[in-house]
C-alpha cells in the first residue's frame, strides 16, 4: 500500500514553495491509489509559531487536501526519538562534539570530535559516525532532536512507502538513508520536486518573506502550482478539490520523467 506524506514545519503559513510539496505528494499519492498524511515537524519549537500549524490545517482545507488519519506532531514524539539515539548509541555509532555551529563549519563536519571530545565543558551535541554523509547532528546541544532523525523515526513510524518534496532536501536523503540502514528501517522511494523561488532566486522559505498562500484564491495559486511542475492548466471555474481530481489523471502521465 502507498502510503505519502505533507510534512510542514509550524514557523508560519504555508507559502507557494509549500504548496508546490504538498500538491506534488498529494497528486503522486492519489494517483497511486495512496493514502496521504500530514505531520507537523513542531520539534524545533522555539522556531514554531504557537497557531501555526491549525493556519497550516484550514489552507490545506481550503486547497482541497483531505488527509487520511490524525495530523501526527513530532513535539509529542520524543520518547520515540530517544528510544532510536539510544539504539545508535549502543551500537557505538555516535559520538559527542563540543564545536560550535561556525567551528563545525558550513560543509561536511571536519571530524574535530570524533576521537574525543574537544572542550567537554560546554553542551554536547550528538553525531553520527557516517564520515561519508559528513557526521551529521542527531541531537542538538540544545537537547532537541534533529530533523534527520526525527524524520527517519516518523517516516519509518508511520509506514511511509514514498517521499516526495523539495529538492532543497536533496542532500538529506543519503543522510535519512544511512540512518535507515543502521536503524535496520525499510527505505522509502524519494522523489524531489523543484523548489520554488523568488525574484532574487533565493528559496521561497519565512526568512525570505515569502508570501502566505490565500485561501481565497485558491484555485487560482493551484492553476500556478501546477504550472510550476509542469502540468496541463486546469480549467477555469473549478473549484480546488476537482482541480486535485484533474491532476490526479494527470499526474502518472505527465510526470514521469521527473
Ligand atoms: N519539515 C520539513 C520542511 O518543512 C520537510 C521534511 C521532509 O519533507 O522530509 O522543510
Not at 49 to 66: K, R
Not at 227 to 249: D, N, S, T, V, W
Request: with cysteine.
Amino acid at each position: 500500500m502507498y502510503r505519502g506524506r505533507f510534512a510542514p514545519s509550524p514557523t508560519g503559513p504555508l507559502h507557494f514553495g509549500s504548496l508546490v510539496a504538498a500538491l506534488a505528494s498529494y497528486l503522486d499519492a492519489r494517483s497511486n491509489g495512496g493514502q496521504w498524511l500530514v505531520r507537523m515537524e513542531d520539534l524545533d519549537l522555539p522556531r514554531c509559531v504557537p497557531g501555526a500549524d491549525g493556519i497550516i490545517l484550514q489552507a490545506l482545507e481550503a486547497f482541497g487536501f483531505e488527509w487520511d488519519g490524525p495530523v501526527v506532531y513530532q513535539s509529542a514524539r520524543t520518547g520515540a526519538y530517544r528510544a532510536q539515539f539510544e539504539k545508535l548509541r549502543q551500537d557505538g555509532l555516535v559520538y559527542p562534539c563540543s564545536c560550535s555551529r561556525r567551528e563545525a563549519g558550513g560543509g561536511d563536519y571536519p571530524g574535530t570530535c570524533r576521537d574525543g571530545v574537544r572542550d567537554p565543558g560546554r553542551p554536547l551535541a550528538w553525531r553520527v559516525r557516517a564520515a561519508e554523509q559528513g557526521d551529521f547532528v542527531v541531537l542538538r546541544s540544545d537537547g532537541y532532536f534533529a530533523y534527520q532523525l526525527s524524520v527517519v523515526v516518523d517516516d519509518a513510524a508511520q509506514g511511509i512507502t514514498d517521499v516526495v518534496r523539495g529538492a532543497d532536501l536533496l542532500d538529506s536523503t543519503p543522510r535519512q538513508n544511512w540512518l535507515q540502514a543502521a536503524l535496520g528501517y525499510a527505505v522509502p522511494r524519494y522523489r524531489h520536486v523543484r523548489v520554488a523561488t523568488n525574484a532574487e532566486g533565493e528559496k521561497l522559505s519565512k526568512q525570505t518573506n515569502a508570501p502566505a498562500i490565500e485561501s481565497g484564491r485558491a484555485s487560482e495559486q493551484l492553476g500556478e502550482a501546477f504550472e510550476f511542475l509542469g502540468l496541463a492548466k486546469p480549467p477555469a471555474g473549478l473549484a480546488p478539490a476537482e482541480i486535485l481530481r484533474f491532476g490526479q489523471r494527470l499526474w502518472n502521465a505527465e510526470t514521469s520523467g521527473m
